[in-house]
């Protein structure tokens, strides 16, 4: 009987079915990188990682063998529990307060340049759409103020093609120039996005000419001639000469809707289980959302070579943090900026949006496992070694934990 939640085909089925003849076809561009979160994939709740046995402080009821996690942050299995972490430390940073997402974009022609040279982009387009969300929001003929917000990094679209963008969630307000009160948005508009974006193409674009000058970029293949300075120059020019993208949704509600929205954007990766739809004659099936056609659910078959490789295409380098805080949320500003923006919230009029709920009110973000005859905490009584679980059956994978 298979476990309820777990989808009929999942991403380590497919890596199994492409095999090492995958490694050996791809040889011209895989990495250790790459290989070692296959190998992950592949590994992830099963007995080569080793488990455990979980029983009941209450009633002493026990479970069958659970495999661990391989807790790469790339496999699909294994974000549930970070997320839910993440979410119940950051629930404590909520301000009782309208919400706002933003999201920028850069330009389709850039793609080539930030696969060569992924960790010096992606620190570049968050470091100069964060420079732009500030730099507006203090400007008094935009808000005047000193907001604070996270960035999340997702270098994907729904068809796996190579799409990096950086999602930000705002408190629709921020403290004022003396720190002595709190500036609301208005209710239905955060910051211009026309302004927004001619900003941050701007920024973006200086920080692109001086990570040039201090030779920080790699070019190869068809991008080699770019290492001669007129020719980036002319190659720049033809980047820029299109509008940049910035969305940005109107404030929505208060800390709970902030939750879902973080749910939704922060440990999630390039394609989740879900998903997936078939595996046959060497195709995998998976579904993909049409934004040009009112979100329309479509179907995409592809080889499954193509599919792990658009999959590779989202690795991110090693170390490279891809959750950021900025403002009054940077880290080193949070412990004292933060109380004092719930204070003059607590005494402001903007009391609109309800205060932030504790994890007891919202079951998901529970990271208890609670048993399922009494509902009592569940407690790990027994851990086993690969070596000690290989010579045994394979647990009954609807009564582990997940």
Partial sequence: MPHPDRSPLEMADIVCSAGQSFIERSRRWITWQHQKVLLAITRCRTAALGGHRDCCSACG?????????????????????????????????????????????????????????????????????????????????????????????HTWNQRLQFHPHVHCVAAAGGLAPDHMRWVPSRHNFFLHVDVLSQVFRGKFEDGLKAVFRHNQLEFHGDLAPLVDPRAFARWRRTLFRHDWVVYSKPPFGGPEHALRYLSGYTHRVAISNHRLVALEQGNVTFRWRDSAHANKQRLLTLSVDEFLRRFLLHLLPRGFMRIRNFGFLAN???????????????????????????????????????????????????????????????????????
Avoid at 93 to 103: A, D, I, K, M, Q
Wanted: aromatic share 6%; net charge positive; glycine share 2%.
């Fill in 332 to 402: 080193r500003r949070r412990a004292r900026l933060l109380p004092l923006c719930f204070q003059l919230l607590a005494s402001s009029a903007d009391q609109s949006a309800p205060t932030a709920s504790s994890a007891a009110d919202h079951p998901c973000l529970s990271t208890d496992w609670n048993c399922p005859v009494c509902g009592g905490s569940m407690h790990v009584v027994e851990r086993l070694s690969a070596a000690q679980l290989l010579p045994r059956s394979p647990p009954l994978t609807y009564l582990c934990a997940a």
């Fill in 61 to 153: 009821h026990a479970t069958a063998i659970s495999y661990n996690s391989c807790r790469n942050r790339h496999c699909p299995r294994c974000q549930a529990n970070a997320r839910v972490r993440w979410l119940q430390a950051r629930e404590r940073e909520l301000l009782p307060t309208r919400y706002v997402h933003l999201v920028f974009t850069v330009p389709r022609e850039l793609a080539p340049l930030a696969l060569q040279n992924k960790r010096v982009i992606y620190n570049l387009l968050f470091e100069t759409s964060a420079a732009t969300l500030l730099e507006i929001a203090r400007e008094p003929r935009h808000l005047g103020a000193e907001i604070g917000f996270f960035s999340v990094l």
